[in-house]
């Protein structure tokens, strides 16, 4: 199994950017996905997660209105929006994968991604 996270880079504050995140080795359409960030110093935190089909999505309440998630389960690849990016949105992205539903604590998940370092300069 593997899900290889890109999109990350260094960005102003107020600018976009756009994570992707490619799954192999898994029924990508039957695993819930999201995205979890850690920033230096600091825990790991949820962001966002996306159901199979992307009817329902749920976001951190830091991220709510800036940031989008959503799949495409023909390209086996879960996407991550950035709007308005804010300094503390600094961290490293991991998409990870899920039968069940999403600890948003990060607990028991069943697959992890490498991450991708987002740097936004303010």
């Known amino acids: 199994v593997q899900l290889q996270a890109s999109g990350g880079g260094l960005v102003q504050a107020g600018g976009s950017l756009r994570l992707s995140c490619a799954a192999s080795?898994?029924?990508?359409?039957?695993?819930?996905m999201g995205w979890f960030r850690q920033a230096p110093g600091k825990e790991r935190e949820f962001v966002a997660a996306i159901h199979w089909r992307g009817a329902s999505t749920y976001y951190a309440d830091t991220v709510k209105g800036r940031f989008t998630v959503s799949r495409d389960n023909a390209k086996n690849t879960v996407y991550l929006q950035m709007n308005d990016l804010k300094s503390e949105d600094t961290a490293v992205y991991y998409c990870?994968?899920?039968?069940?539903?999403?600890?948003?604590?990060?607990?028991?998940?069943?697959?992890w991604g490498k991450g991708t370092l987002v740097t936004v300069s303010s």
């Open positions: 990870a994968a899920n039968w069940d539903e999403l600890d948003p604590r990060g607990y028991g998940i069943d697959y």
């Open positions: 080795g898994i029924t990508f359409s039957r695993y819930r």
